[in-house]
């Protein structure tokens, strides 16, 4: 941008001189109307990060910036696939992570600070019969116009106050790829290996499946052992569960306890960070 700026303004010896001023108006018009990267990354609230720049070593994959998740599409206020939290929430993952990073394991964060506005999203599309595209996968066994009324979604959500994340555990080094469209849905339900491999260890069912099966304690062997790591993990940390989702955890000391915020996700300034999925 600079460099158009120079480029744009660098001083004319063969124009008249009202010619000259009139182009330069028009450009510097232009230019003012081009898109501003440094401004795409619009200031948190005071005592708000991005995760990345408290721990970049803590794996992303936001999935309400992009198209795979249970509504089938990008949900309004994410601007870009960022976790943001308060910064209290972030040391406190920074903790868990420097503990699974001695077994070769990390953490993997699917959803983080959540608009107001993308919880407005969420009733108004559990509310339209018309669309149902990734029920196969999300929701296989559930009225979507039941998803509040059975707890899997607040029309308050404690992710709007910024303490509040989803997550799960991967094996270190692990990068998520986006998932082939040409790929029929796979019920969140099936086992290991059979559903979207999303690149957790086995919990019993995949992100976000909206069943039974997504309770903490539904769910024997290897998959009940994960979840209770992972809850003592997160316990031990500071943050509460959620009986109903395994991957659902709270700050118990959150630095904001009323309403929630509306900010939009935006890039971060240290990233290029875009829906990709």
């Known amino acids: 941008m600079a460099r158009l700026r120079r480029y744009l303004y660098r001083p004319s010896t063969w124009l008249p001189a009202a010619l000259d001023m009139l182009i330069r108006g028009w450009l510097a018009l232009i230019v ?26 803590i794996v992303q994959d ?7 998740n249970f ?63 990734m029920k ?7 009225d979507k116009q039941r998803l509040f009324a059975l707890g899997y979604l607040a029309k308050r959500s404690a992710h709007s106050r910024g303490s509040t994340v989803d997550l799960g555990i991967v094996p270190a080094g692990f990068s998520p790829a986006p998932p082939d469209p040409s790929r029929p849905l796979k019920a969140c339900t099936a086992p290991k290996g059979e559903r979207f491999e999303d690149g957790a260890i086995d ?8 069943d039974p099966l997504g309770s903490t304690s539904n769910a024997t062997g290897t998959a009940l ?11 031990a940390a500071g943050f509460r569960p959620y009986a109903r989702e395994w991957w659902h955890f709270e ?16 890039p971060a300034p240290s990233s290029n960070a875009m829906p990709t999925r």
């Open 251 to 266: 700050l118990v000391n959150e630095p904001f306890t009323r309403d929630g915020f509306d900010f939009e996700i935006a």
């Open 203 to 210: 919990f019993g069912t995949g992100y976000d499946c909206l």
């Open 62 to 68: 936001i999935r309400y910036a992009g198209s795979h």
């Open 136 to 142: 196969a996968e999300f929701y296989p066994r559930t």
């Open 32 to 57: 003012m109307m081009l898109p501003a990267p440094a401004l795409a990354s619009a200031a948190l609230p005071q005592g708000f990060v991005y995760l990345r720049d408290v721990d970049p070593t």
């Open 225 to 235: 052992r994960n979840r209770q790591t992972l809850k003592s993990d997160m316990v």
């Open 71 to 133: 509504v089938g599409r990008p949900i309004k206020g994410y601007l870009a696939a960022e976790c943001i939290l308060t910064m209290s929430a972030a040391k406190a993952l920074e903790a868990v992570q420097k503990k699974l990073a001695g077994q070769k394991l990390s953490l993997i964060v699917w959803d983080c600070y959540r608009p107001k506005r993308a919880v407005g999203d969420f009733l108004q599309w559990s509310r339209d019969p018309a669309h149902s595209e």
